[in-house]
């Protein structure tokens, strides 16, 4: 598996709510959060929230993936 780096803290705060509220489907919920501001034409925050669906992904990760160092 191949994943994006997320530079962001804020990416990492917020997935961390989301899978504290959601669980297993924060991802599916930080995936709808993007998906309504792309539909309203918010580019800027469209991609912010595919930042936390990404950071969401990293954190319920279970095997380490990458260079361990």
Known sequence: M??????D????????LLVERFG???VLEAAS?????L???DSSSFARWR?????V?????VDV???VH
């Open 2 to 7: 191949h994943l994006q780096a997320v530079n």
């Open 9 to 16: 803290r804020h990416s990492f705060d917020e997935a961390a």
């Open 24 to 26: 297993d489907d924060a």
């Open 33 to 37: 959060i993007a998906d309504r501001h």
């Open 39 to 41: 539909n309203a034409g």
């Open 51 to 55: 930042q936390v669906e990404r950071a």
């Open 57 to 61: 992904l990293m954190l319920q990760l």
């Open 65 to 67: 993936v990458g260079e």
